[in-house]
Structures are given as C-alpha cells and as structure tokens.
C-alpha cells in the first residue's frame, strides 16, 4: 500500500473526521440496520443480503519488487463464530467509495445484494453497483478491541495447509519449533518471554497445523476464495471442537498456481487471518511481519519507501529465507507493542535542554539497562509524534542490517499508522525538525554513543539531546 506522509496526515485528518462525525452516523444511519423502506422493499423482493466487516488487508512483496496496491476484505459473521463466515475481496473504486471512512479499526461493516459476489468471492465497486452497497455500522466495540489488542500473553495460532508440498509436522516446526527462528521465538524473545505464539490445539491438527485437501482446481482460485474453500471443508470435518483459536494463517500454493494479487503473504490488519504462499511460509520475514498486521500495525517506511525502513520486521527488508536475521521492531512499534511501558518515555520539549540516556532492547529485556536508561523517547507535538531509540545490534538485535549501531528516528502518528523512519545518528550528530511546534525548530542531538565491543556485556548507551530553538 502507498503510504506517504501526506497519506498518513490525511488518514490522520480522516480519523479525526470520523471521531467528530462517528455519533452522528456515517453516509448511513448510526443504528445496526437500515429501517429505510426502500430497503425492506428490496430485500423483501431479493432473496438475500450479505453483511460484513471491513478490513485492510495488507501484505508484503520482495525487497525488489513495487509497492502493493491497497486490499480491502470483507468478513462474514466476525463475531457470531470463532471460525468467522466467508471472506469476500473488495475490488474496483473501494478508495472513493470508503475514502471519507477510516478502515483501520475493523468496525465498518457494509450491506449488499449476494447477487453482487462474483464467481471469485470479489465484490466489485463500480457506477452500477455502489448505489446497492450501504455502511450500515460503526462503533467503538471493535475499535477499543484494536486499540487493547493483546500483545502480551498467549495467542494460539490455527495454520491450515491446502495443498502445499511441506508436511504439516514441517509447518509446525518452522513455526514454532524451539531451536530455530521462526514467529514463535522471534515474538517471544522481542517481547521478553511476554507474548507467546502456540499452536491451537484442535482436534485434527498436527502441532497446531491443519491439512486440507485442495479442490480439484486449485489453480483457479484466488488465496480469499481458497481460504473460504478451506473453512468450510474443515468446518465440515469438525475438527475445531472447542480449542481456542485467535488467528488463522493459510499456507496455499504459490503464486504461480493461487493468484496472491502480487504479495507473497497478505494479512488483516487487525483481524485474524494470515495468509501465505507455501515457498516462504518458513521466512520469519513473512510470518512476524503478517502476525504484526494482525495485532493492528501497518508498514515501517522511510520517507521514500513504504517498505523500507529495515531495522524492523514491518518492513520488506529483513533477510528473506528460512534462516531469516535476528532482529525486532523499530522504536515506534515497540513503544505501541508496549512489552516495557516503564522503558518508555514520553518527553516534551522545550527551549530548555534535556538529556537522556538510550539504553538497547536487548538491555532492558534483561533486565540489565543502565540507571536511569530509557528504551524509546517519544517527543509529542500536536502535528508529529517522534520515537527515539538506540539500534543496537547484539543479542535479539545482533542481526540487524541497517543503522547498526545508531540512534534512530521514526515517525508514526498512532498505533494504527505506518511509521517513517526520519533519521539515523551517530554520535556527535543533530536532527532537526522544522515548525515542529509553534514554529520552532525541534533538535535531537546524540552527544555520545557508548557500547562494548563484548555482546554480552550490558551497559550499552547513547547519549541524546532534546531541546527546541
Ligand atoms: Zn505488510
């Protein structure tokens, strides 16, 4: 998805719409249903409407290729059953219909005519059929759903595999297992031992992993309708009983068979549902960066890369294949991951200097940062929110590839927002930012960067600058 700084600022502009407006209704009636007669007329005549939530749907593509267009999906019955209902694409002119609308929540549902759903489960936007599609529900539920969204605990994780070359017990293992890099131990050793990634334990799973056999015409299926395909096979199987599942990941064939619009892997953000080509499934690129869109986070960009900020799993630039590199988030995400609140802190900057000790991830999630260290400084005005932290590269982080070693600054509006990476610093070097507030000027300074050459050592600091000129 393109997202610029203009485009994060008018997604900012329409959140703020919407928070003024939401009371009052969006193009349609605040309630759940549409009482218009017109409406009841029509669906006496017609058979059936379909109702659905909305979401984005993000993805990722190869450090080579071009941006992915914008996704949109619809999801069925969402709260009603675990499992969820049919998952439709939403394609044609989505941006204009939904453009004074913010999606990032999950709590838009829409109305239409099943006659609308193509043979593909796509519903098209266009002239003729906008006027039979309505909003016909937002609320706060799912948004403070979002906004609270577990990234602390244990979340249990249902991959279901239809017609892929790996074992399930493979799956399991690039997933999960324990002396390898994969989304469980990349989570788990970011987050401290704090959010944990286990396989659901349904009846039929193998270690958490589902094997569904394909349709006999897998290769015209898009990777939405072979999702709906798989639910419903499984469903029909039972297999679920009553284990907890919180998200889905779907491993389907390649590209070259399943059309994956152009991504290697796509997730909701905010949702539940992963899904990812059979020949990266194994990536931790691929995996930690579609879990991360399911926990509500969008893309790590620079300014001119939406994808390019490579010191975090958000972006497309972590090392692609099964060995992957070790490495966690930039400082914006693990401010909103909030796996250390007490490392956290949030500045106000004034004409006065401050100073502050930047202390590394891989310190603070052992407990052993230096007194008085601060794992992410975020400096607030009322047009930008700024993260400031150090990009140390040992332990957790030894395998980081770019700004090793620098203290780094990121941009990101809200949690829901892409981040911008602004600057990379070394020691003795000032960023600054224009009309930051009131027309001043806002200076980060790093004084000093300090660390050991022995990775095992604790005690690693910058020393970093704050003031407004
Ligand atoms: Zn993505």
Not at 130 to 136: A, G, Y
Not at 153 to 172: D, F
Not at 317 to 330: I, L, P
Not at 338 to 346: A, E, K, R, T, V
Request: proline share 3%.
């Amino acid at each position: 998805m393109k997202l610029s700084i203009l485009s994060t600022l008018s997604a900012l502009i329409s959140l703020t719409y919407l928070l003024k407006t939401e009371g009052a209704g969006l193009r349609a009636s605040p309630n759940k249903k549409i009482e218009s007669d017109t409406t009841r007329a029509l669906e006496t005549e017609n058979s059936k409407f379909i109702e659905c939530v909305v979401f984005e749907n993000d993805g990722v593509s190869l450090p080579e290729q071009d941006e992915l267009p914008q996704s949109l999906l619809c999801e069925e019955d969402y709260e009603e059953d675990t499992f969820g209902g049919t998952m439709y694409s939403l394609v044609g002119e989505t941006a204009s219909f939904f453009q004074e609308v913010n999606l990032d929540n999950g709590d838009v549902q829409i109305r239409f005519p099943e006659e609308l759903v193509n043979l593909h489960d796509e519903v098209h936007f266009n002239e003729g059929t906008v006027s039979q599609i309505t909003i016909t529900f937002t609320g706060n539920d799912r948004r403070r759903k979002l906004v609270s969204l577990p990234s602390k605990g244990t979340m249990r994780l249902l991959i279901i595999a239809v017609g892929v070359p790996q074992s399930a017990y493979q799956i399991a293992v690039d997933t999960f297992g324990k002396n390898n890099r994969n989304l469980r131990n990349i989570y788990k050793n970011c987050s401290g031992n704090q959010l944990k990634i286990n396989p659901s334990q349904v009846k039929g799973a193998v270690h958490g992993v589902l094997t569904i056999p394909p349709p006999a015409n897998v290769c015209s299926y898009n990777y939405v309708k072979l999702s709906n395909y798989a639910k419903y096979h499984s469903k029909a199987m039972a297999a679920y009983g009553t284990a907890t599942i919180d998200h889905y990941m779907f491993v389907l064939p390649n590209d070259n068979c399943v059309n994956f619009r152009g991504g290697q892997a796509w997730g909701e953000i905010g949702g539940r549902t992963t899904w990812v080509q059979a020949n990266s499934q194994a990536f931790p690129i691929v995996q930690v960066h579609e879990v991360g869109h399911n926990m509500g986070f969008q893309h790590s960009a620079t300014l001119t890369n939406s994808y390019g900020d490579g010191t975090d799993y958000m972006s497309n630039k972590a090392v692609w294949d099964k060995e992957g590199n070790k490495m966690c988030f930039n400082g914006a995400k693990l401010w909103y991951f909030n796996w250390y609140p007490n490392d956290n802190q949030l500045v106000r900057a004034t004409t006065s200097t401050q100073t502050f000790k930047v202390v590394p991830l891989a310190d603070v999630r052992k407990n052993r940062r230096i007194s008085g260290g601060k794992l992410v400084l975020s400096v607030r005005s009322t047009s930008a929110h700024l993260f400031i932290w150090f990009n140390r590269a040992k332990q957790v982080n030894s395998g980081v590839t770019h700004d090793r070693n620098k203290v780094v600054v990121n941009m990101q509006s809200g949690k829901s927002m892409s981040s911008h990476k602004l600057s990379a610093l070394s020691g003795g070097q000032t960023y600054t930012y224009h009309n930051f507030e009131n027309g001043k000027t806002l200076y980060i300074k790093v004084n000093s960067i300090n660390y050991s050459s022995n990775p095992y050592v604790a005690g690693d600091q910058a020393s970093v600058s704050i003031w407004l000129g």
